[in-house]
């Protein structure tokens, strides 16, 4: 069975400072993987994906992430932090080509502090 | 504008009351999916949609139910709504294949007393 560990329920970073989200995974087979974001009162909006390639993806708002496949890690990270980047992150995983479901993390908070 | 749309936003209803929350998306997808997000659990898979008339069980499919009899439309069905299913609700979408990421709708908050 495929899962998503997200290891810290909340991040707390002072404004300008680099961000970076944990998130570890367990998948047979080759991973994909996203991260989302999820604003206050709204839907999830993807911010970038790992499907095969470079280790370092480049996503949106300035987001990065590198995946390790050692490690079974995609950490989120941005190399300076925004207010306005306080939200609810998810990191997702689902099994290659072959995969249908799509198995979430528990999500991280992230608190930006002017 | 691309969307998926979910209606409604917010119901309270009780204990055994039949409801249905529409889903509708406008992007041509042949893949949707049900999610219920609870704190600290993330966001579980309800049911999933391959496309019109085929649907399959997510990790959670206990008490609902799904259709899709349209490729837009996947409503997702309480046939005698329970306090434990108080959640947050998202309907999701993806095209193409599944490297694709997913578009959600805004969400449906449900509460059940």
């Known amino acids: 069975a495929q899962s998503v560990a997200q290891p810290e329920d909340q991040v707390n970073v002072a404004e300008g400072n680099p961000l970076t989200v944990k998130c570890t995974y367990s998948?047979?087979?080759?991973?994909?993987l996203f991260w989302y974001v999820q604003y206050p009162n709204r839907g999830l909006q993807f911010l970038l994906k790992y499907i095969t390639g470079d280790n370092l993806v480049k996503g949106s708002y300035g987001f990065e992430a590198e995946f390790n496949k050692s490690q079974t890690s995609f950490h989120l990270k941005k190399p300076s932090a925004l207010v306005s980047d306080s939200a609810l992150y998810f990191c997702?995983?689902?099994?290659?080509?072959?995969?249908?479901?799509?198995?979430f993390g528990g999500g991280t908070r992230v608190l930006v502090k002017p | 504008e691309a969307q998926v749309t979910q209606n409604p936003r917010y119901l309270i209803t009780v204990t055994g009351k039949k409801l249905t929350v529409t889903c509708s998306q406008n992007m041509n997808h042949e893949y949707m999916s049900w999610y219920r997000q609870d704190p600290g659990l993330g966001l579980r898979q309800i049911y999933y949609?391959?496309?019109?008339?085929?649907?399959d069980k997510g990790d959670v499919p206990e008490g609902y139910k799904v259709s899709r009899k349209e490729k837009r439309n996947f409503p997702l069905i309480l046939e005698s709504p329970s306090p434990n299913q108080t959640s947050l609700y998202f309907c999701a979408s993806r095209g193409g294949g599944n490297y694709n990421e997913q578009f959600f709708g805004p969400g449906t908050r449900l509460t059940v007393l």
């Open positions: 998948v047979s087979g080759n991973p994909y």
């Open positions: 949609s391959m496309n019109v008339e085929v649907t």
């Open positions: 997702a995983v689902r099994e290659g080509a072959a995969g249908n479901k799509l198995t």
